[in-house]
């Protein structure tokens, strides 16, 4: 009988030393696991960060190229004012090539910024329909930056007469 409780205590004692692995062994695996998931959801948060990061710094990239973009815009596309003299024989040309009367040309000249120059013009021009087309044409495809802002036209007598607002800038 003896030996039969002292099997029995063995196999009490092997069972309970098992089941306090068991339980001692699943509590570590679940604080470890608990660390490890932190440890995953912060390098899952830093890596977002470095990706907005990333995103920001090719916002902030573009943003400092603006300044060379203009710089290099304005050199091709605004003439320098010295140019204006150039322009209005270049304007006159057109006109006459046109086969165009020339009834009234006005100029009014105005800064927008420090170193840029408004000039509106304001002129009349008669001769038929399709010369007009052609001038129109001309203009609008001519370099630099000028634009009609509107042209009115109107039927007298065989011709058309067009009204024509325009304007050009120049760098100062």
């Known amino acids: ?6 099997v029995a205590w063995l196999a009490t004692g092997i069972l309970a030393g098992s089941l306090l692995f068991w339980i001692i ?6 604080a470890s696991g608990g660390a490890g998931e932190k440890t995953r959801m912060e390098l899952q948060r830093m890596q977002q960060q470095r990706v ?3 995103e ?4 902030l990239d573009a943003w400092r190229s603006v300044p060379d973009g203009l710089k ?4 091709r596309a605004i003439p320098g004012f010295d140019q204006f003299p150039a322009f209005r024989s270049d304007l006159q040309r ?10 009234r040309l006005t100029y009014r000249m105005r800064p927008v910024e420090r170193n840029m120059q408004r000039v509106t013009l304001e002129f009349s021009l008669s001769g038929p329909y399709a010369a007009i087309k052609r001038f129109m044409h001309g203009v609008e495809n001519r370099p630099g930056m000028v634009y009609l802002q509107s042209a009115r036209l109107r039927r007298v007598e065989s011709e058309v007469v067009a009204v024509f607002v325009m304007e050009a800038y120049f760098a100062r």
Do not use: T
């Not at 920001?56 to 916002?59: I, K, L, P």
């Not at 057109?94 to 009834?103: A, P, T």
């Open 94 to 103: 057109r006109i006459s090539e046109s086969g165009l009367k020339s009834l």
């Open 72 to 75: 290099a815009f304005r050199a």
């Open 52 to 54: 907005r990061l990333e």
């Open 1 to 6: 009988m003896r030996a039969l409780r002292l």
């Open 56 to 59: 920001s710094r090719g916002q």
């Open 25 to 30: 062994s699943f509590g570590l695996a679940r």
